[in-house]
């Protein structure tokens, strides 16, 4: 590591977060854990990890509160390897563990529109909607928020069609599949028409937005 390392900066265009205490790790001291990639990570890099942790015999209900989950996710968001989390003290540890399920929840961030973004209650007009955090840019067209009203129409024909995708990618042994966010993704895939890549190239940060809209249908109907 080199000497511009010792005081974590922001990288441009991310963010960092602050520590509570000097953190020195392989004779570097940080006052910052940098997120310079946050921006990077997509709804496809949560199921990478989601996955990942599936294979380890972890399956967190809730991912986003959950260390292993939000350790991977602060290894790809600041470039820094594994054990530079682990061996964290726990204050500074949760620190980090905070920041990240604050952005994964939204609760980091200002919506683009209107104050009503909750993505896990359904509206008056009965239509499920996914609405983004941001605008996501997608095959030249500029997407606020998708439609997810025809998940409920799913059938056990989908559902079998769903199994049968996760099988194959190794996911079979996911104990509850509506919180999966590859289920997920493959869900509104089906239930909208889109490839299932348009969900996967979201900012990671919709990874929570879609597996709420989904699963919701599949446990509240």
Not at 23 to 35: A, I, K, M, R, S
Not at 93 to 119: I, P, Q, R, Y
Request: aromatic residues 8%.
């Amino acid at each position: 590591m080199n000497e511009q390392e010792k005081n974590v900066m922001a990288a441009p265009g991310g963010a960092a977060i602050p520590l509570p205490r000097p953190y020195t790790f392989e004779g570097t001291v940080y006052t910052e854990v940098p997120l310079g990639n946050m921006d990077r990570l997509t709804v496809k890099s949560a199921c990478n990890i989601q996955r990942l942790l599936l294979k380890r015999g972890k399956q967190p209900i809730v991912p986003e509160i959950d260390l292993d989950y939000l350790i991977e996710v602060a290894v790809r968001a600041s470039g820094k390897p594994a054990e530079f989390f682990k061996w964290m003290r726990l204050p500074e540890l949760d620190a980090v563990k905070n920041h990240l399920t604050g952005l994964l929840f939204g609760d980091a961030g200002e919506s683009d529109g209107d104050e009503d973004t909750a993505n896990d209650e359904l509206p008056e007009d009965g239509r499920r909607v996914l609405r983004l955090a941001a605008p996501y840019e997608w095959d030249g067209e500029t997407v606020r928020e998708v439609d997810l009203s025809r998940v409920d129409e799913l059938t056990g024909i989908d559902a079998l069609a769903l199994k049968m995708q996760m099988d194959k990618m190794g996911l079979g042994n996911a104990v509850i599949p509506a919180l999966n966010y590859s289920y997920c993704c493959m869900a509104a895939a089906r239930a909208t028409g889109r490839p299932v890549e348009f969900f996967y190239g979201m900012p990671i940060v919709e990874a929570t937005n879609i597996k709420n809209v989904v699963s919701s249908a599949v446990f509240l109907t």
